[in-house]
C-alpha cells in the first residue's frame, strides 16, 4: 500500500521541523524535509507491506500524526483523517478469498477377506488467502475413531496438513467387490464463515472400477473369489 500524507498549514505563521508519526509505517518518527507557509502544504509518500494478518482482518487501517512548530516554538500537530474536516483512520479494504482442498489416496491391496482394513491418506490445504481455523475432516465409510487428526486448529494459506483414516472390510463390501468413500473438510475462515470442500483422488489404485456417481470418490477393489 501507498500512503500520501498531505500536511497543510492551516495557520498563520510558518511551521519547521514536520514530523510525521504513524506506527505501522515506522517505528520511529518520519523527518518529512522543508517548512510550510501558511495556507500551503507539503506531501510525503510512504509504502506499508501487507502481512497476513491484514488480510485476516479484511483491511489495513491507519492513522498518522502530523507535528510542526512554530516560529515560537510552539508544536502544533494534527491527527490525519480522511480529508482536513476529520480525524477518520484511512480504512483500505483487502478481498479475502477462503478455500480448501482435500485428497484422498488408498492404499494398494490386496484385499480379499472381511476384516481386512484399507488405510488412505488425506491431505488438506489451505488455497485461499486467508487462514482457515477449526477444520474438521469427516468421512462416513471410515472406521469410527480412525480419522487422525480429525480436527486441525489452523490453517494459513497454502499451508498442508497429512491426515490417516482406515476402513475395515464388511461382507457387504466383498459382496460389491470395491469401497468407495470421500471425506469432507470444514473449517471456518476470519469472519466466521463456513469453508468446505470434499476429497478428491488424484491417484487412483489401478483397476479400481469406474462407479457411477462417484467421479471424485476414492475407489478401492476387494478381490472377489467364487
Known amino acids: 500500500i501507498v500512503y500520501t500524507f498531505t500536511i497543510k498549514n492551516t495557520g498563520d505563521v510558518i511551521l519547521r521541523n514536520i514530523i510525521l508519526t504513524d506506527a505501522l509505517i515506522s517505528a520511529t518518527p518520519i523527518v518529512v524535509p522543508g517548512s510550510i507557509l501558511p495556507g500551503a502544504?507539503?506531501?510525503?509518500?510512504?509504502?506499508?507491506?501487507?502481512?497476513?494478518?491484514?488480510?485476516?482482518?479484511?483491511?489495513?487501517?491507519?492513522?498518522?500524526?502530523?507535528?510542526?512548530?512554530?516560529?515560537?516554538?510552539?508544536?502544533?500537530?494534527?491527527?490525519?483523517?480522511?480529508?482536513?474536516?476529520?480525524?477518520?483512520?484511512?480504512?483500505?479494504?483487502?478481498?479475502?478469498?477462503?478455500?480448501?482442498?482435500?485428497?484422498?489416496?488408498?492404499?494398494?491391496?490386496?484385499?480379499?477377506?472381511?476384516?481386512?482394513?484399507?488405510?488412505?491418506?488425506?491431505?488438506?490445504?489451505?488455497?485461499?488467502?486467508?487462514?482457515?481455523?477449526?477444520?474438521?475432516?469427516?468421512?462416513?465409510?471410515?472406521?469410527?475413531?480412525?480419522i487422525l487428526p480429525a480436527m486441525i486448529a489452523s490453517l494459513a494459506p497454502n499451508a498442508t496438513a497429512n491426515i490417516t483414516a482406515k476402513h475395515t472390510v464388511t461382507q457387504a463390501d466383498l459382496d460389491r467387490g470395491y469401497v468407495t468413500n470421500i471425506a469432507n473438510a470444514d473449517g471456518k475462515d476470519p469472519k466466521g464463515g463456513n469453508v468446505h470442500t470434499e476429497s478428491t483422488d488424484p491417484t487412483p489404485i489401478p483397476g479400481a472400477p469406474t462407479v457411477p456417481g462417484c467421479t471424485n470418490w476414492t475407489v478401492t477393489p476387494i478381490e472377489q473369489k467364487g
Open 41 to 146: 502544504e507539503l506531501t510525503h509518500k510512504a509504502t506499508y507491506t501487507i502481512i497476513q494478518k491484514d488480510v485476516d482482518a479484511g483491511n489495513v487501517t491507519n492513522s498518522a500524526l502530523a507535528k510542526g512548530t512554530s516560529p515560537a516554538g510552539v508544536d502544533v500537530q494534527d491527527k490525519s483523517g480522511k480529508d482536513i474536516s476529520d480525524d477518520d483512520p484511512t480504512v483500505t479494504p483487502i478481498d479475502q478469498t477462503p478455500a480448501l482442498s482435500l485428497t484422498k489416496n488408498g492404499i494398494a491391496g490386496p484385499y480379499n477377506k472381511v476384516g481386512d482394513v484399507i488405510s488412505y491418506n488425506l491431505v488438506v490445504k489451505n488455497t485461499g488467502n486467508v487462514t482457515v481455523t477449526a477444520i474438521a475432516i469427516t468421512d462416513a465409510n471410515a472406521d469410527a475413531g480412525s
